[in-house]
């Protein structure tokens, strides 16, 4: 069973802070890594993808990859209460068409 | 451009009934995956469809089955239902050389009674 580890939650931030949400992952053939968020009774929705090893900025967002550690990060700047969401972690396998993802992180932006 | 879109938003069935679900891919997108959500966990791969063929399938039995059309939109099949196959059901739509990322519709929510 190739494995996707999230911790559940609520991580709870202040406004204007910044959140930090882990992922681990146990397919180290691993090659495309992907953070959805999910607001509550809705759909996933795509933030990011990163495929290679370092960091990776996409305006308030940063994604962090470290395929040695297999672990995969997701940074939120100046955190919004609208940023309020479940967060999934997503993996896809190097064999296969699946995506893996985690059970989600909670976070709460408290005003 | 449209994105991935699913009907019927909501259904309820009871246990032993047989149900449909439909999904039509974002434009451009061939490939379309098929996601079991149950309530607090994370989506769960049922299978894929990529040129009108099954391309992969997750631990899901035989009585989940799906169809692609020629237009890349997608059934999703569930016989004999059973109350745990209530869940949110989601399609994902993406393309070749898109990096593998997969685009989510809105889902169905079914629940079985």
């Known amino acids: 069973q190739k494995e996707v580890e999230q911790n559940s939650g609520p991580l709870s931030v202040p406004e204007g802070a910044i959140a930090s949400l882990n992922c681990t992952y146990s397919?180290?053939?691993?090659?495309?890594f992907f953070w959805y968020r999910q607001y509550s009774g809705k759909s996933p929705e795509l933030i990011m993808s990163?495929?290679?090893?370092g960091d990776k900025e996409d305006g308030r967002f940063t994604a962090q990859l470290n395929k040695a550690s297999q672990y995969v990060s997701l940074l939120i700047r100046d955190s919004q209460p609208s940023d309020s969401a479940t967060y999934l972690c997503?993996?896809?396998?190097?064999?296969?068409?699946?995506?893996?993802f985690g059970k989600g992180t909670s976070l709460l932006v408290t005003p | 451009e449209t994105g991935v879109t699913q009907s019927p938003t909501h259904l309820i069935k009871t246990r032993g009934q047989q149900v449909t679900l439909r999904c039509s891919s974002q434009?451009?997108?061939?490939?379309v995956s098929w996601y079991q959500q149950a309530l607090g966990q994370g989506p769960q791969f049922i299978f894929q469809?990529?040129?009108?063929?099954?391309?992969g399938r997750g631990n899901f039995p035989p009585r989940f089955s799906g169809l692609q059309f020629p237009n890349y939109s997608s059934e999703l099949n569930v016989n004999a239902l059973e109350l745990d196959d209530s869940a949110l059901y989601l399609c994902?739509?993406?393309?070749?050389?898109?990096?593998?990322?997969?685009?989510f519709g809105p889902g169905t929510r079914l629940l079985v009674l």
């Open positions: 994902a739509s993406s393309f070749p050389g898109g990096g593998e990322t997969q685009y």
């Open positions: 397919d180290r053939g691993s090659q495309s």
């Open positions: 990163i495929y290679s090893n």
């Open positions: 997503a993996v896809k396998p190097n064999s296969g068409y699946a995506l893996n």
């Open positions: 434009s451009g997108h061939n490939t």
């Open positions: 469809y990529y040129r009108e063929e099954e391309n």
